[in-house]
């Protein structure tokens, strides 16, 4: 399963910014999508995860009304709304084949390469 990421860059707080990541090599094997992101010194934070079936998603707490994940064929999307300084992380997507609803990275296989977001005050 290969997962590569699009859409990292640098916002203004308050601003939109729509991370992607399309997943091939295996899609059947990618029932939980999911994004984490990791800010330096800190663990990798869970952030939103979906069902590849579409029917499912759950947030994290500290983006939950402002970050939507969404699946369109095969790629997964995180549209993140009302950026605050403190969404600045690197941002990951990961795959897992069970459906999951842990939200510790270790129950992910497959991960993507990290991409910058960067949110400016």
């Known amino acids: 399963v290969r997962l590569v990421r699009s859409g990292g860059r640098s916002v203004q707080a308050g601003g939109s910014l729509r991370l992607s990541c399309e997943v091939s090599?295996?899609?059947?094997?990618?029932?939980?999508m999911a994004w984490f992101r990791e800010n330096s010194g800190k663990d990798r934070e869970f952030v939103a995860r979906?069902?590849?079936?579409?029917?499912s998603t759950y947030y994290g707490d500290s983006v939950k009304g402002r970050f939507t994940i969404s699946r369109d064929k095969n790629t997964v999307y995180l549209q993140m709304n009302s950026l605050k300084p403190e969404d600045t992380a690197v941002y990951y997507c990961?795959?897992?084949?069970?459906?999951?609803?842990?939200?510790?990275?270790?129950?992910?296989?497959?991960w993507g390469q990290g991409t910058q977001v960067t949110v400016s005050s």
């Open positions: 090599g295996g899609t059947f094997s990618s029932n939980t």
């Open positions: 990961a795959a897992a084949h069970a459906y999951t609803a842990d939200v510790d990275a270790s129950a992910y296989e497959y």
């Open positions: 979906i069902f590849w079936s579409g029917d």
